[in-house]
């Protein structure tokens, strides 16, 4: 046993200057969802941003596009991940402050998200109103 003590010690070190550079480094990076980075989704599929709410961690978002399209906007990790629809396949519920949206397409997971002071726009959504 002793005779592998350097061998360990030598294996801690390198452990320890691994994490300790990771640690430097920020492990991973982290995205965060700002309007220029709802545009730019919105961008890839030919639409612009009528209008948006993000959530106050900006770890998701809701956005309203042009032609009637609806974007659910979800940082994971260092990426960012969008689902786009027709505003009439999406079901929109406010609860207070949270904000619950399921796509008809039963496939993608449901946004819930909190929103401080929900916009006009969406309570049109919710409502039925802004399909």
């Known amino acids: 046993m002793i005779s ?4 360990l ?7 320890i200057l691994m994490v300790s550079v990771a640690a430097a480094l920020g492990f991973r990076p982290k995205a965060l969802l700002d309007d220029a980075t709802l545009a730019r989704l919105a961008a890839n599929e030919g639409a612009s941003i009528e209008a948006s709410v993000i959530a106050p961690d900006a770890k998701s978002a809701l956005a309203r596009l042009s032609g009637g ?3 659910v906007a979800r940082a994971m ?3 960012v991940s969008a689902r786009i629809a027709p505003a ?3 079901h929109a519920r406010i609860n207070g402050e949270k904000l ?4 008809a397409d039963v496939g993608y997971p ?3 998200m909190r929103v401080q002071t929900p916009p006009a726009w969406l309570a049109d959504l919710v409502s039925g109103e802004g399909r």
Do not use: E
């Open 4 to 7: 592998k003590l350097p061998i």
């Open 9 to 15: 010690a030598g294996s801690a070190a390198v452990i």
């Open 69 to 71: 399209k609806i974007m």
């Open 77 to 79: 990790g260092g990426d």
């Open 88 to 90: 009439s396949a999406v």
């Open 100 to 103: 619950s949206v399921r796509f």
């Open 110 to 112: 449901p946004l819930h």
